[in-house]
């Protein structure tokens, strides 16, 4: 695939890749970043998640997750560990990554 500079198969030599998707949202930047913490709202934005369990709270502002999804076509299902991470950044911008 044409991958961005810094990510895909051939940094690793692993079975495993990475991807990466790009999106405009319409919301604001403060509704963006509560969805970012509520695992009961992640079924309004993604209809493939069909289960999902905070693994681990490493502060107030740190969780890891982990979600899966069903088959979806051709694919089969998919396991994913994610890190989440929300904060407010002095001046108040929100930060969730």
């Known amino acids: 695939g044409n ?7 051939q940094l690793g030599g692993s079975r495993f890749q990475a991807t990466m998707a790009r ?3 319409d919301a604001s930047p403060e509704d963006i ?3 970012f913490g509520r695992n009961d709202l992640v079924p309004e934005y993604n209809e493939f998640c069909q289960e999902l369990e905070d693994v681990m709270v490493l502060d107030d502002e740190t969780k ?3 979600g899966a999804t069903g088959k979806v076509g051709p694919f089969s299902p998919r396991d994913f560990v994610t890190r989440c991470y929300t904060t407010v ?6 930060l969730a990554a």
Do not use: D, M, N, S
């Open 3 to 9: 991958w961005p500079k810094g990510v895909g198969p």
């Open 23 to 25: 999106g405009v949202i």
């Open 33 to 35: 970043f509560r969805l």
């Open 64 to 66: 890891i997750t982990w």
């Open 89 to 94: 950044l002095e001046g108040g911008a929100h």
